[in-house]
Nanobody
Framework: VQLVESGGGLVLPGGSLRLSCAAS????????MSWHRQAPGKERELVATISSTGGTTNYADSVKGRFSISRDNAKNTVSLQMNSLKPDDTAVYYC????????????WGQGTQVTVSS
């Protein structure tokens, strides 16, 4: 099983980034997917979730209206489009997968660094 994130980097405040997560080794289309982030000295927080079919999405209040999660079940990928980035968005971003009936996440990626700074 692998979840491999990509697309992180350094961006100016107000800029955009698109993160991608490539999944392999499990039946991607039946898993709910999510993005989380962890800033230095802070706990990991949930950023966005998307259901197995892509029909339901949810966002943390801090990113609503700026971030958009999507998935492509044919390509086993989940993405996070991040617009209007702020310095407070600086963190390591992780994708994760869980089955619809699991209270916890089954699989995690290794993370990708996003730094928003001038």
């Amino acid at each position: 099983v692998q979840l491999v994130e990509s697309g992180g980097g350094l961006v100016l405040p107000g800029g955009s980034l698109r993160l991608s997560c490539a999944a392999s080794g499990f039946t991607f289309s039946i898993y709910h997917m999510s993005w989380h982030r962890q800033a230095p000295g802070k706990e990991r927080e949930l950023v966005a979730t998307i259901s197995s079919t892509g029909g339901t999405t949810n966002y943390a209040d801090s990113v609503k209206g700026r971030f958009s999660i999507s998935r492509d079940n044919a390509k086993n990928t989940v993405s996070l489009q991040m617009n209007s980035l702020k310095p407070d968005d600086t963190a390591v971003y992780y994708c994760a997968a869980r089955t619809p009936y699991s209270p916890r996440y089954n699989y995690w990626g290794q993370g990708t660094q996003v730094t928003v700074s001038s």
